[in-house]
Structures are given as structure tokens and as C-alpha cells.
């Protein structure tokens, strides 16, 4: 069984003020890009004075169509390859072991999880797991 838990690296950048998250300013321009390639799809196919012009109509939708998928998928989301660089520096796991006191801090390697089993203890040869795995926060300047 895999425990996982959230680090910041997970979670949204966004300030939160009054309990609210703010959304951010790409979805919006992305859901505008959206409604206007709705209303000119509807636009181009019930108007009929419009309709010689239908054809350029319905491009400009689909364009718009696409520029709200691109910003919604490649310029909306945050970029968590920046951030796990200097997030891994900061997590730390514990071992302990089962048969001692034995209590071991390092930093974390990915595969690492709640309770794994890692071998023998080096004191008393009992088994070693993972303990605990924690953040330490840093400080913004």
C-alpha cells in the first residue's frame, strides 16, 4: 500500500485571499477564447445574412477553438520541473527500526514511502523501514 502525500510542488502557486482562490488569468483568457468560438460557430450558422461569409466564420472559431486548448494545456498549467529541484533538497525521510531504537535521517529518493521495508538493521539486524517522511519549509527572501 502507497501513502502519498501532497507537497508544495502539488500544489497551486496562487495567493489566497479572503478564503477564495483567485483563478488564474490564462483560464479565464482560455474560457474566453472558448465562448468566442461558440458564438461565432452559433453566429455562422443561424444568421443568414452572414452566411456567404460562414466559411471564414467558422476558421476563426476553430483557431479560436485551438488557442484556448493551447493555453489551457501549455501555458495555464504550472511547470513542476522547476520546483522539484529544490523541493527534493528539502524533504527529508526517516528510518527507524522495528527490533530497536534506531532512528536514521536522509534525504528523500523517489520510490521512498510510509512504511517501506528497507532491510536489515545495521544495530541489531531488525528490519528498517521508513518512519516518517517530512518537508522542511525555506524561507522566501
Known amino acids: 500500500m502507497t501513502i502519498r502525500f501532497p507537497t508544495r510542488a ?44 460562414s466559411m471564414y466564420i467558422l476558421i476563426i472559431g476553430a483557431a479560436l477553438l485551438v488557442a484556448s486548448w493551447g493555453i489551457y494545456f501549455f501555458v495555464g498549467k504550472p511547470s513542476s520541473k522547476k520546483a522539484l529541484p529544490d523541493e527534493r533538497e528539502n524533504v527529508i525521510t526517516v528510518i527507524g527500526c522495528k ?38 519549509p525555506t524561507k522566501k527572501e
Do not use: H, W
Request: glycine fraction near 8%.
Open 99 to 136: 527490533g530497536c531504537d534506531k532512528r536514521e535521517e536522509r534525504a528523500f529518493e523517489t520510490g521512498d514511502f510510509m512504511f517501506k521495508e528497507l532491510g536489515p538493521c545495521a544495530k541489531c539486524s531488525g528490519v528498517s523501514f521508513i518512519k516518517a517522511i517530512y518537508l522542511i
Open 10 to 53: 502539488s500544489t497551486s502557486d496562487q495567493p489566497k485571499s479572503n478564503g477564495k482562490p483567485r483563478p488564474p488569468k490564462y483560464a479565464m483568457l482560455s474560457v474566453a477564447f472558448a465562448i468566442g468560438a461558440i458564438v461565432l460557430f452559433l453566429l455562422a450558422s443561424l444568421i443568414d445574412s452572414v452566411q456567404d461569409y
